[in-house]
């Protein structure tokens, strides 16, 4: 199942933001709890299907301050939007290079949620909104 999929499940999401579940706001307003328990479980389900691959980025704040903050656009001066293009687009041209043809889907990473399956098994999800597709 692909993450679209679980998206248009009844009732339909139009995007998926983990701070919006876990508070029954939102996308998720009027879900009850059973349905939210549900829903972020097929969530789960797709990213464990999924080819996982964890990247991380720093930049030290006094360069960020110093060389990138004083030239972007007061929309794009967050060190966490430039730190997560350059991931994005470090990601697309490793998988294009590598000859890949399979896509990558990318979700920006907000706050870390603990989201425990009825199994018991604890899974730790840092994916809380779905920001883009990039074909291989």
């Not at 983990?18 to 996308?27: H, I, N, T, V, Y």
């Not at 996982?52 to 720093?58: D, G, K, N, R, V």
Request: charged letters at 25%; proline letters at 4%.
């Amino acid at each position: 199942m692909l993450f679209r999929s679980v998206l248009d499940l009844y009732p339909k999401l139009e995007y998926f933001k983990m701070s919006e579940a876990e508070s029954l706001k939102g996308q998720f307003k009027g879900f009850t709890r059973e349905q939210q328990t549900e829903r972020l479980n097929q969530f789960i389900d797709v990213i464990l299907h999924c080819d996982l691959q964890e990247a991380s980025i720093s930049v030290p704040n006094d360069k960020y301050r110093e060389i990138l903050y004083p030239i972007l656009h007061k929309y794009h001066a967050s060190p966490y939007y430039f730190a997560f293009i350059a991931m994005v687009s470090a990601h697309a041209a490793i998988n294009r290079h590598s000859g890949s043809d399979e896509s990558m889907d990318f979700f920006s990473i907000n706050r870390r949620e603990w989201i425990r399956k009825p199994d018991g098994c604890t899974i730790g999800s840092r994916c809380t909104s779905l920001s883009g597709s990039l074909g291989g």
